[in-house]
């Protein structure tokens, strides 16, 4: 049997997801429902939950603060949220488990079944503080790369270009590295679709601008400082070079 302990200031919401969990999840038992992350961290350290049911957008403290709370974080976190889907993409590139309000009987079996299997305690408090930074900037610095032993978080900015291999994206770093991993390049476009500094010229390619080295006009073709090569499409090229103006970018 889980332990699990709910954070919400809206009383219904407790109330409801309780109730879900007591009629649909039976391996679930709740020891503790709070109205605020305070509440929450004296019912944690009273009950060692194995799971928090956690609500983002809350008075005093948000979701994201109660890691400020803990050396350590010892507990799966689901987070139960009716945020924007722009932060929902950030939820899935951090790897951060999440249910969206209102909560449906599939979404929070699955939920209970990921942390059952153990699969997010792999480096919780860098994710966890990685959420925290894109809720206080709104924008995504680093995402999760689903590897073999685990996840590797990658700052954006060390990334040259992503390139479409079927189901799996080819990584460029600017070290010259190169990373394979088991996710189609339309997930990366969704996930980086609000920086400034990533395009998809191609739909093969998705590309930092930073890392261009040289735009040769012409050949619609870019070159980047790993002196790859990518084509930009015709329907895209008005589109790239409207951003290089906005941007002030130019190139020799």
Sequence with gaps: MLKAIIIDDEENARITLAALLREFVSEVEVVAQCKNVPEGVL???????????????????????????????TFEIVFVTAYTQYAIRAFEVLAIDYLLKPVDIESLNNAVQRVKDKRSKINIMQRLELMQEV????????????????????????IVLFEADRAYTDIFLIDGSKLTVSKPLRTFEDILIGRRYIFRPHRSYLVNLNCIKKYQRGDSLLVMDNNKMVSISREKKQEFEALL????????
């Design 43 to 73: 019912a944690i350290h009273k009950n060692n939950p194995d799971v928090v049911f956690l609500d983002v957008e809350m008075p005093e403290y948000n979701g994201f603060e109660l890691i400020d709370f803990f050396k350590e974080i």
């Design 135 to 158: 809720y206080r900037t709104g924008e995504i610095h680093k995402i999760a790369l689903p590897m073999s032993d685990g996840l590797l978080f990658m700052d954006v900015n060390r």
């Design 245 to 252: 103006k906005e941007l002030g970018i130019s190139f020799g």
